[in-house]
């Protein structure tokens, strides 16, 4: 099993970002992230100062609120240093590098000027790379590349989840890890094999402890398959914190805490196995 502590990755770590987000996870005892993915503003105000003492991460989808307006990333950055959070965009860039310069700095969302991570497809090649690193690096940002998907039938595998992982070799002072559903062993991520210093995190969507998956592809796994059997960094739970009554944040923040607990425990497992 994958046994280097968070701790200890957080003191060699050269991003600042990622050093930042093994701190934080060390700090509150929490590899739980949080995706808020609701319409409303007040919902999402509501639902991170519930879990945010509970979380290292709240994931967001910023161009699905309805009410968005520049106000609401003061509000967003005031709760992260309130509740000692790292802030996740989900933007899954995967434009040419002109283009997603522009998308992670400009428009109305101004992504790298309040998101500490973000992330992006492969798929253009490394160009996505050198693109987002322009505006994103000297900001002391980092970049999650979609090397899986918790998707059925998810075409992110095989040659294309390994070119993911030498897209990330070959710029790993912005690349700080996948979106993925595992460590990826045999591409030298392991124990074994890994470099001294490299250090790519693993954050997991794709849990739920009460469902298998939904109606649209998504599939779900334990936190616990995922951390201690797979060796991955961070779970990533939306529904299955959330859930279907918004306003219900007592019930949000028990199920929220409930995660992270079973994350916690599972990374015990695996690195005092
Ligand atoms: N997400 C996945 N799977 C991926 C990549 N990203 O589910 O491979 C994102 C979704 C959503 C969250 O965009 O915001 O993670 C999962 O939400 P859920 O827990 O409610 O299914």
New binding site residues.
């Given amino acids: 099993p994958y046994t280097l502590a968070y701790a200890d990755r957080a003191t060699r770590h050269k991003n600042p970002a990622a050093k930042l987000l093994l701190e934080t996870i060390h700090r509150k005892r929490s590899n739980l992230a949080v995706?808020v993915?609701v319409t409303q503003s007040s919902d999402f105000l509501a639902i991170i100062d519930a879990v945010g003492p509970l979380v290292c991460l709240i994931?967001t989808?910023i161009d699905i609120l309805e009410d968005f307006d520049s106000n609401l990333i003061n509000k967003l950055v005031e709760l992260s240093k309130k509740h000692d959070f790292v802030i996740f965009e989900?933007r899954?860039f995967a434009d040419i590098g002109n283009t997603v310069a522009l998308q992670y700095s400009s428009g109305v969302h101004k992504i790298a000027s309040w998101s500490h991570i973000t992330?992006a497809h492969p798929v253009p090649g490394p160009s996505v790379i050198s693109g987002l690193a322009a505006v994103g690096l000297p900001l002391g940002r980092g970049l999650l590349l979609?090397a899986?998907?918790?998707?059925k039938g998810?075409l992110?595998r095989g040659e294309y989840t390994d070119d993911a992982v030498r897209m990330a070799r070959s710029n790993s002072e912005f690349v700080i890890g996948f979106?993925a559903?595992r460590r990826m062993d045999g591409l030298g991520l392991g124990p074994s094999e890994a470099k001294l210093d490299e250090d790519f995190l693993i954050l997991t969507?794709?849990?739920?402890l009460e469902v298998k998956g939904?109606a649209m592809g998504?599939q779900?796994r334990t936190p616990d398959e995922v951390i201690r059997q797979n060796g991955c960094d961070v779970i990533?739970?939306?529904?299955?914190?959330?859930g279907t009554n918004l306003k219900d944040v007592e019930a949000i923040r028990q199920r929220a805490e409930r995660y992270r607990q079973e994350g916690w425990d599972a990374y015990l497992k695996r690195t005092q196995s």
């Fill in positions: 995706s993915d994931k989808h989900d899954k992330n979609l899986e998907m918790s998707t998810t992110a979106i559903q969507p794709g849990v739920g939904d998504q779900y990533i739970v939306g529904r299955g914190v959330y």
